[in-house]
């Protein structure tokens, strides 16, 4: 039905219209923050405005998709876009197929992705961001696929709420770590967030691996690294948040740090999100059970 010449358009109209717009706009800040934090892959984003212009991200602007982009400021924006030879008032999903394809050369040369790594490996490494639920993945992989060993790290901070020794951590004093160290009975170990000491006995990795066993490891970016150098053939998989403002509101939801540990907490976040081109496969965590089987389908123990 067509309206009458000169009639104004209903308030409710307008209101509705208005609440709209500004939903589109704070989503299209929320995936610029994920590009910032390198929550998303920019190829991830052309991608889906590729697929649908009228998504957030097929109308985020080309100007504010590269300034999105880590170490992107506004004078290397414009000498891109002039290379390109793409209007700054263009949008993602508005661009023809010539200029997305230039596009997106441009952002696999300059952000390259890593290359998952070709068959099965029975030592498994999951690592990521604070607050990405690591731990809450591991114990869903433990209680459901009992043909996976998960092993239990020590670490010197004090248990947190519902925790048990020996089963999420062997909780020890800086004095034990020590010797733990002195000892080699630890694989790797590291210093999280400049606070507490975190490390994996050797022991238990070693026996279930000579029995046959796929075992999984859920420890920090700076033991991945340690685990990928004594033993190359480790699969890494690195888990990430579905956006950078799930993992603030998860860290805060959980309560157990203060505004300062927080703080810290994320700032170590956002270098680790920044390695995660190390890992040879990338895991989303925006469901447990999704997330813990798609980590599970990584390991040799699928493959039986």
Do not use: C
């Amino acid at each position: 039905m067509v309206e009458p010449a000169g009639r104004a358009v209903p308030e409710v109209d307008r209101v509705a219209a208005a609440r709209r717009a500004v939903e589109r706009r704070r989503a299209r800040a929320s995936l610029k923050r994920d590009l910032t934090m390198r929550v998303i892959a920019p190829q991830d984003v052309l991608a889906a405005a590729a697929a649908d212009p009228l998504s957030t991200a097929g109308t985020l602007r080309v100007p504010d998709f590269l300034t999105a982009l880590p170490a992107i400021g506004a004078g290397k924006r414009d000498r891109i876009l002039a290379d390109l030879q793409i209007s700054p008032v263009k949008r993602l999903g508005g661009l023809g197929s010539r200029q997305q394809l230039a596009l997106r050369h441009w952002v696999d040369a300059r952000f390259p992705q890593p290359v998952p790594r070709e068959g099965r490996s029975r030592l498994l490494v999951l690592a990521g961001p604070t607050a990405v639920g690591k731990g809450t993945v591991a114990a869903h992989i433990r209680e459901n696929h009992p043909e996976i060993h998960l092993s239990v790290s020590a670490t010197t901070r004090a248990p947190r709420p519902g925790e048990q020794d020996g089963v999420h951590y062997f909780f020890v004093d800086d004095a034990e770590f020590d010797r733990m160290i002195a000892t080699d009975e630890l694989l790797e170990h590291a210093t999280v967030h400049n606070r507490f000491r975190y490390g994996t006995p050797r022991r238990p990795i070693d026996a279930a691996l000579a029995e046959g066993k796929t075992v999984l490891l859920e420890i920090d970016l700076q033991g991945a690294r340690q685990v990928r150098a004594a033993d190359p053939s480790a699969n890494l998989v690195f888990l990430l948040p579905p956006s950078w403002d799930e993992l603030v509101q998860r860290l805060v939801g959980r309560g157990t740090e203060d505004a300062e540990e927080r703080t810290r907490r994320l700032r170590t976040a956002k270098v680790e999100l920044a390695s995660q081109s190390e890992f040879d496969h990338r895991v989303v965590n925006e469901d447990v059970a999704t997330a813990a089987r798609e980590v599970v389908e990584l390991s040799s123990a699928s493959a039986r």
